[in-house]
């Protein structure tokens, strides 16, 4: 199956076996679908109307999962390991959803999740001759960037006027576009239905990635408004009949971003550096939740989500780097990056004027190597691993960045994302120092270990 990755909707072609899914190339925003694409090839016409009520009818999760509205009352659809933070929230005193299941048997029953917030696609404007136009002749690449950062943080804030609303600018094809995303923004979401861990799990690790898979991968959440069930215009309504073979399947929510533009010099920066300290640092994480999950049932239960995690994001990294090792795959991209290199070559004016864009991108990659131990460990936390950890610098930051100007805070202090921010940090989400004391001893060791003579270990 070929994947895409944008932002929007995803366009498969279900044909020949059945379980077997052969997907059409190309994944794209809600605002630049491709309508006579799809109508020479499908027949199918993408009306406005219909890409209006699939986009309102897609929810974002602000743990970066996709679900559906499914019911006129609110009623939210996802997947289990999306909805698995606030199920393990909620599994306090003495309870463990995880492994019981949750059923709220009616609305009283539904549980407030402790921090979740939804999104759902109200607006998508192109704003990139606004961000551009903050870039002035003989800017430094680094004013450039401030200037840019600036412009979109203004834009976000004219944009979001109401309370429930959030506006982001999201940058697209690495600067070329700028898309400015506005969002109904749900705070007061509720568990409805989590089944338990080993039905929504069923087939372990191995499945986790496979389709079709035999498991009830499934978690409901229901959204409301001022203390009533949000109130739904546009839904996705049950299908009884189900999918036929070689009927044309669309796919809508929030993907992760793609590697297939990244040069060979960034490629080679990811095969070489970041993946195999990624894979080590990881791989450490998960025995020690392994010991610290092995001492107690209790332990086990804290410790089940973040080991969740770690365990899915070692195979997918593994999966990574396979293809980056894989001599005949790599030559393949070298040769279309040379084929492409020769062809923005061969204007000699264009390259007299911006200069050698390969080149450029691979000094960029250099400086990274040499920065990387200490971003990983310090700015990205990797030597600091644990909730109380997170809040503090966020407290410290939070105090720093807010008696600067709007424009000249860092991204995830800008006005219009404090809210989220807040509702983080002030949750009602338990913490668990015994967790947190594991966590953080075993990411300090790691980091002195990698970064001798650290000032700050």
Known sequence: MKRFFLFGIALLCLAGMVGVAMADEGMWPFNLPPTAQVKAKYGFQLTPQWLDHVRLSSVRFNNGGSGSFVSRDGLTMTNHHVGATCIHQLSTGGKNYMETGFYAKTRAEEAKC?????????????????????VKPGMSVADQAQAQRAAMSAIEKACATAANTRCDVVTLYSGAMYHLYKYKKYTDVRLVFAPEYESAFFGGDPDNFEFPRYDLDVTFFRVYENGRPAHLEDYFKWSTAGVKDGELVFVSGNPGSTGRLDTMAQLEFLRDTSYPLLLESLGRRADALRKFSATSAENARIAQEDLFGIENALKAIRGYR????????????????????QLVASDPQKWAKDGDPFAEIAKAMDVEK???????????????RSDLTEIARALVRSADERSKPNG???????????????????????????LDTVTLTESLAEMKERLPGNPVV
């Open 370 to 384: 040499q920065i990387y131990l200490p971003l990983f460990f310090i700015e990205r936390l990797g030597g600091f």
């Open 114 to 134: 402790p921090d979740l917030e939804l999104n759902v696609v109200e607006g998508i404007e192109d704003v990139t001759a606004k961000v551009n136009a903050s």
């Open 408 to 434: 000249e805070r860092l991204r995830e202090y800008r006005d219009t994302a404090l809210p989220s921010l807040e509702q983080r940090l002030f949750s009602s989400a338990p913490i668990y120092k015994s």
């Open 322 to 341: 396979s293809g980056l090792i894989d001599r005949r795959l790599m030559a393949k991209k070298a040769a279309e990056e040379a084929r492409l290199r």
